[in-house]
């Protein structure tokens, strides 16, 4: 068998002061009599990460080429001054022009940490031009993987790539709409669209980067998410996004309708334990998302609903619950889902999936607008307190409930009591917070507060 090494030494100081430079350290092999030599190498070499030599400075090659002006060579007394030559077979060895002649000549090898060439980040090491590996070695070669990540194997990169294909809202208008979540850390990112839609652009905390607010940014380079991200758009309409990443955090394609049927094809790599649940996780509803252009004069976000909006019709009355059986029983055995086909709650064109039975998150919440959209009632709310929280919640988040009965009945400017469960559609494209027309949405008190609480106590912790 073969000898065993021990550990490395410590690393050398750098070869150079400034600019171009290696250090060094060394191992020994460990090995007895009747054993092998050790296999690998007893050095390794690294790139020093030093600041640029000053202005004036004397290149590395050409400092030693003119160690030897003063030195008499090819057995004549002749005396030269030596500069670079780069068209010699071996650029690893010290291979210098006799300024103001036609010759040159070989005074052996380099010094280590000199450049292979002067338009080359390879360096020499032991008369050898070695590239260094993405972890510094020179030799090494390390490389990083699809997703940036140095050394990283086969398995730890994924590629996304898909073909986003959305249906407006069923109320006949257009607005913004969730394309897909591009998660931290992603690499080679390219969105496509060929429409007279608009592609738009979320920070992680909810803020447009691009074409959003209904306001369209000019074509050209933005830096966005610690990448440089160049959106371009030509003149039948063909836009794309593209940035080479790696993204400091995650970013929300939207896109803004102005036409059906937007055909949107998108890729991305991104880390597997990213990659994997992004599609999983719910993504925040634009500003804006389903709601109409302002030419075409809808009921506007926080303006006030009709009269009759959530009165006795063909919606009946509404069903308030309350007393203390009710209150546990939102809050300990949430049926939802149950008897409930969501005919009304059809999002993407698609019927939603009923939500399965789970316990709900309870909170206190004030009403900042409420708004009609398509068949569905959307309320907009600042998150005050939680009281029982089974999934994240955000300061500001939107709570839908599917009619537009107006049950429960809610008042801007008001703070509520309420039970939502969150609901995930079967192509887990859509992730929403929901509120039944029969739900727990009572008006804050402390004595319902208290209550609340005292609920909890009964129910136990979430499972």
């Not at 369209?216 to 996004?241: C, F």
């Not at 890729?267 to 302002?294: K, M, N, T, V």
């Not at 709650?345 to 919440?365: E, R, S």
């Amino acid at each position: 068998a073969s000898g065993t090494w021990g550990s490395w030494g410590p690393w050398s100081i750098c070869s150079s002061s400034c600019g171009d430079g290696v250090a060094l350290r060394m191992r020994r092999c460990l090995r007895v009599s009747t054993e092998e030599l050790c296999r690998g190498e007893p050095r390794q070499y690294r790139v020093c990460q030093l600041e640029g030599c000053p202005r004036g400075a004397v290149p590395f090659r050409a400092m030693q080429c003119s160690l030897y002006d003063t030195k008499p060579v090819l057995g004549t007394l002749a005396r030269y001054r030596w500069v670079p030559f780069h068209g010699a077979p071996n650029v690893c060895d010290l291979n210098c022009l006799a300024a103001g002649h036609n010759f040159y000549y070989t005074f052996g090898r380099v010094l280590d940490g000199t450049r292979c060439s002067p338009d080359s980040p390879d360096l020499c090491v032991g008369g050898r031009c070695l590239s260094a590996g993405c972890d510094g070695i020179l030799g090494s070669g390390v490389q990083p993987d699809a997703c940036g990540q140095c050394g990283g194997g086969p398995g730890t990169c994924i590629f996304v790539h898909r073909l986003f294909q959305g249906v407006p809202p069923s109320s006949g208008y257009f607005g913004y709409l969730n394309v897909t979540k591009i998660p931290a850390g992603a690499t080679n990112i390219k969105v496509t669209d060929k429409s007279r839609n608009y592609l738009a652009l979320m920070s992680s905390d909810q803020r447009y980067v691009l074409n959003g607010d209904w306001s369209i940014a000019w074509p050209g380079a933005y830096e966005v998410a610690g990448t440089r991200l160049l959106y371009a758009r030509a003149a039948d309409g063909t836009e794309s996004l593209e940035a080479p990443g790696p993204t400091a955090e995650e970013l929300h394609v939207m896109v803004l309708l102005q036409e059906p049927n937007p055909r949107i094809e998108y890729e991305f790599w991104a880390p597997r334990q990213h990659g994997a649940s992004a599609l999983r996780q719910r993504q925040p509803q634009p500003r804006g998302a389903g709601s109409p252009q302002p030419s075409l004069d809808p009921p506007p976000l926080g303006s006030p609903l009709p009269d009759d909006f959530g009165t006795a019709g063909h919606c009946g009355k509404c069903r308030i619950p309350k007393g203390h059986s009710q209150r546990i029983h939102h809050f300990c055995q949430s049926d939802f889902g149950k008897g409930c086909n969501w005919e009304a709650g059809a999002w993407n064109g698609t019927p939603a999936a009923p939500l399965t039975p789970a316990h709900p998150t309870v909170f206190q919440a004030r009403i900042v607008a409420t708004q009609l959209v398509g068949q569905e009632t959307r309320h907009e709310v600042r998150v005050l307190t939680r009281y029982r929280r089974r999934f994240p919640l955000l300061p500001r988040e939107y709570v839908w409930v599917p009619s537009t009965c107006g049950c429960p009945r809610l008042q801007r400017g008001r703070r509520y009591v309420l039970m939502v469960q969150r609901h995930i559609n079967r192509e887990h494209t859509l992730n929403r917070i929901v509120l039944r027309t029969d739900g727990y949405a009572r008006p804050w008190s402390v004595r319902e507060e208290r209550r609340v609480r005292e609920a909890a106590h009964r129910c136990g912790p979430p499972p």
